[in-house]
């Protein structure tokens, strides 16, 4: 059994421990046991600590019938006492961010009977599972009263009540077990079961913000951020913000009703587009000069229908094919070819292998897409016979 410094206080960040064991693990690593540790080892949707340990990286810990592991970068020596160092910054973040999700699950259970089936936490947010569904009012709600605890700057205290008194107790994530059960408790905010390290009290939450909510598994799966994580997005979203305003000419708050206004504008132009596109198109068909022999036609930005209308129209234009194009030599081209006098249903084949692609069709008219250029495709239909 190794002694959990993490648990007499989170605070320590250094720690002087003996070597119990080292064992060499996985690619190069090693695995070491200590008399003690102030290193969180990974358990309850938390990742375990980082740091350093002897001059050693600490790259996991993990915990395994009450003795915990530290998987380590280099050899340490058994008997040894050497100093262990947390990597600070990520620990409190996690403590600040772990403890937020205690009062915003105490919230949700104390007042909608919702309990938090899922608790994960990576380096970018935490999520929280219900058991329930939630509106945007609701999650407000929580919100709002998550960050006024963190304002009146309440204590976290933890206790270990013996059998008896567990008994008695109403608090979140009952256990089975009835001994050595770690109580978090915010007084008259939440009393909840937990193992991990937590501030010691809610004003260094500093900021609690649910930033997502989707509906998961007959509840809602919430993604939460608070502290520095909070206040780094909070600076993120506020440049983000700024930008588009100064984009837009307008004020940030009136960024949104802006960036509506531009999207209709598109919208509007679009369909403009649309029918200016149809009348030029009217009159390049009308334009289409009498061929003896086969017409062959680029029309940037077409889709199959125009196409297909080219070459309705140039086909009674021509003695041979008509072969109409949209795209680009990068990417491609779609085509419609259409024949009054050629076959070309028993042609689509030959047509598409020469110019790198695929299609079919009737003796009418083929269409399909090829991966030729527009150089080889000109050469190639004005050749086709
Ligand atoms: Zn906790």
């Given at each position: ?22 064992i ?56 040894k ?14 403590m600040q ?62 206790s ?5 008194e ?17 109580i ?40 939460v ?18 930008d ?6 307008t004020?940030?708050?009136?960024a ?11 919208y509007t132009?679009?369909?403009?587009l649309?029918?200016v596109?149809?009348?030029l ?6 334009a ?9 036609i ?18 009674e234009?021509?003695?041979?094919i008509c ?27 030959e ?29 190639y ?5």
């Amino acid at each position: 059994m190794t002694q959990l410094l993490y648990n007499e206080s989170a605070y320590q960040k250094e720690f002087a421990a003996v070597v119990l064991s080292c064992i060499p693990g996985e690619n190069g690593t090693f695995d070491v046991t200590l008399d003690k540790t102030a290193f969180f080892p990974e358990q309850g949707g938390q990742y375990a600590d980082r740091g350093v340990l002897g001059g050693a990286d600490v790259l996991d810990v993990q915990m395994k019938n009450g003795t915990v592991i530290h998987t380590v970068s280099a050899p340490l020596t058994p008997g040894k006492t050497v100093t262990g160092n947390i990597e600070w910054d990520t620990r409190y973040d996690r403590m600040q961010n772990h403890t937020g999700e205690h009062i915003l699950s105490g919230f949700l259970h104390a007042e909608y009977g919702y309990e938090n089936v899922g608790f994960h936490m990576n380096d970018d947010f935490l999520t929280l599972d219900t058991t329930g569904e939630l509106t945007w009012e609701q999650l407000s709600a929580a919100e709002d009263y998550a960050n006024r605890i963190v304002r009146e700057n309440f204590p976290i205290v933890v206790s270990y009540p013996d059998a008896a008194e567990l008994e008695m107790l109403d608090y979140r994530s009952k256990l089975e077990l009835s001994e050595d059960v770690r109580i978090v408790t915010i007084p008259g905010v939440d009393v909840c079961a937990c193992c991990a390290p937590h501030v010691a009290y809610t004003g260094e939450i500093g900021l609690v913000k649910i930033v997502d909510a989707i509906r998961y598994k007959g509840g809602m799966r919430l993604t939460v951020l608070c502290g520095e994580r909070a206040r780094r997005d909070y600076v993120t979203k506020h440049a983000v913000l700024s930008d588009i305003a100064v984009t837009l000419c307008t004020k940030p708050e009136e960024a949104a009703a802006g960036v509506a206004r531009l999207q209709n504008q598109i919208y509007t132009l679009k369909g403009e587009l649309a029918a200016v596109r149809r009348e030029l198109l009217s009159y390049k068909i009308a334009a289409l000069p009498e061929t003896d022999g086969n017409l062959c036609i680029f029309e940037e930005g077409a889709d199959n229908s125009t196409l297909r209308s080219i070459v309705n129209a140039g086909t009674e234009k021509c003695t041979g094919i008509c072969a109409a194009f949209s795209g680009n030599d990068t990417d491609g081209y779609l085509f419609v070819i259409g024949a009054k006098n050629v076959p070309l249903r028993a042609r689509a084949k030959e047509i598409t292998t020469a110019l790198g692609g695929r299609g079919g069709g009737s003796d009418a008219m083929i269409s399909g897409s090829v991966r030729a250029s527009a150089e080889t495709i000109r050469a190639y239909i004005a050749g086709f016979c």
